[in-house]
């Protein structure tokens, strides 16, 4: 791997990866080796700003700045829901996995420097308890598990049901 980068610790970080993925639902590209040069580029990142930024986009350095694009970063389940992978292709959906469907590339939703800024201005200045949320609320029927966001997660990571078992909830 290059960077000087271990393979056991390539493999080791991979390995967690894989396990952490699929116990909440998610899975790793099948393609190895493209996968592994990946998870070395978190590494290279861990070792270069002490957190496993993306390795496809360029961090700035600063933890609080950068929290979005933290591996898995916010724009993972919105890509693998629309496009089959996430932005680097660490991640997958599950009919990419099988084969049953093409990744397709996916454009970058990361906001500007400058709008992520105000967002975040935004976000710090609004009270704790918002009187509309930001996005839906989704139960799994089967489990109870609840998550905020645009769609239900493709299985749930409590009980590994899948997608069509959740209801909107708020």
């Given at each position: 791997m290059p960077n000087d980068i271990p393979d056991e610790e390539v493999?080791?970080?991979?390995?967690?990866?894989?396990?952490?993925?699929?116990?909440?639902?998610y899975h790793l590209n099948p393609d190895r080796e493209f996968t592994r040069g990946l998870v070395?580029?978190?590494?290279?990142?861990?070792?270069?700003y002490g957190y496993i930024a993306c390795p496809c986009r360029l961090?700035?350095?600063?933890r609080e700045d950068d929290l979005d694009i933290i591996c898995?970063?916010?724009?993972?389940?919105?890509?693998?829901?629309e496009y089959g992978a996430c932005y680097c292709a660490l991640?997958?959906?599950?009919?990419?996995k099988t084969g049953k469907r093409e990744a397709e590339p996916v454009p970058e939703r990361r906001p500007p420097r400058p709008e992520r800024k105000k967002m975040r201005e935004?976000?710090?200045?609004?009270?704790a308890a918002p009187s509309t949320l930001a996005y839906?609320?989704?139960?799994?029927?089967v489990c109870g598990y609840l998550c905020a966001r645009n769609a239900p997660p493709e299985i749930c990571p409590i009980c590994r049901v899948p997608r069509e078992r959740f209801e909107r909830f708020m």
């Open positions: 493999d080791r970080l991979y390995t967690e990866l894989d396990a952490e993925a699929e116990a909440g639902g070395c580029g978190l590494l290279v990142n861990r070792d270069r961090a700035t350095g600063r898995p970063c916010d724009y993972r389940d919105p890509d693998l829901a991640y997958v959906s599950a009919d990419v935004e976000r710090e200045s609004t009270s839906p609320v989704w139960r799994c029927r």
